[in-house]
């Protein structure tokens, strides 16, 4: 189970080993956090939470309570990119 918390500032951060094909959970879990988690193991995260899959990507707007600019998206189904500035 592929689980990684990261704060904003720490991006642009690579995370690595994701399954092809694997639905995986993005949600905000405090002021500059964002969790990736599995969607089967992520926690329940109501409205807050959000599904990628490999190409998808998403932006604050989809978090608009985090207000961060973070971009987070899945590359080729193995990693997935944390920045805090749209590319």
Do not use: K
Not at 4 to 22: F, M, R, W
Not at 23 to 37: E, K, L
């Amino acid at each position: 189970m592929a689980t990684a918390s990261h704060a904003v500032d720490e991006a642009p951060t690579a995370l690595t080993g994701l399954a092809n094909g694997t639905r995986y959970a993005i949600q905000n879990v405090g002021n500059r956090n964002v969790q990736i988690a599995e969607a089967a193991s992520a926690p329940d995260a109501g409205d807050h939470a959000l599904f990628l899959e490999p190409g998808e990507h998403w932006n604050r707007d989809l978090l608009p309570e985090a207000g961060l600019g973070i971009w987070v998206w899945c590359l080729n189904g193995e990693s997935v990119v944390v920045t805090s500035e749209a590319e």
